[in-house]
């Protein structure tokens, strides 16, 4: 993961764990800027400090993230995976709020209505709200 300063030179620079396929999200920002979130092919999600790219927390997920994550507005980031799961993180800490089999896999990011129930779409073609 790279941060880019503004004049274009390299602000800070995070390696994940290595894979081959690398990193395919984008990345999350908390409401405050200090922290974006990632997912990525090994290792899980990550939490980094904005400002120089230290890692602030990991949630191992042994599958790969292919989509971006989602955060809501009390501070719950939601991420799906290959391995038929989507979480429910605390985005302070990285704990696991809740783990959901949706059996099949997620490459779409979740959306959050507005009632601030979740939807996902898994490569079965299903649309899910959870709530």
Do not use: C
């Not at 990193?23 to 400090?49: C, E, H, M, Q, R």
């Amino acid at each position: 993961m790279y941060a880019v300063a503004p004049d274009g030179s390299l602000k800070w620079l995070f390696e994940a764990e290595r894979e081959l396929a690398g990193i395919w999200t984008t990345p999350t920002l908390s409401a405050d800027g200090k922290t974006i979130y990632f997912g990525a092919n090994k290792g899980g999600v990550y939490a980094l400090n904005s400002a120089d790219g230290s890692k602030r927390w990991q949630f191992p997920v042994y599958g790969s993230i292919y989509a971006s994550s989602v955060l809501d507005s009390r501070g719950v980031l939601y991420t799906g995976t290959t391995i038929e799961h989507l979480y429910a993180l605390d985005s302070a800490s990285g704990e696991p709020i809740w783990d959901l089999d949706v059996h099949n896999e997620i490459w779409s990011a979740p959306a959050i209505r507005p009632d601030g129930t979740v939807v996902i779409a898994d490569r079965g073609g299903l649309i899910q709200v959870i709530g």
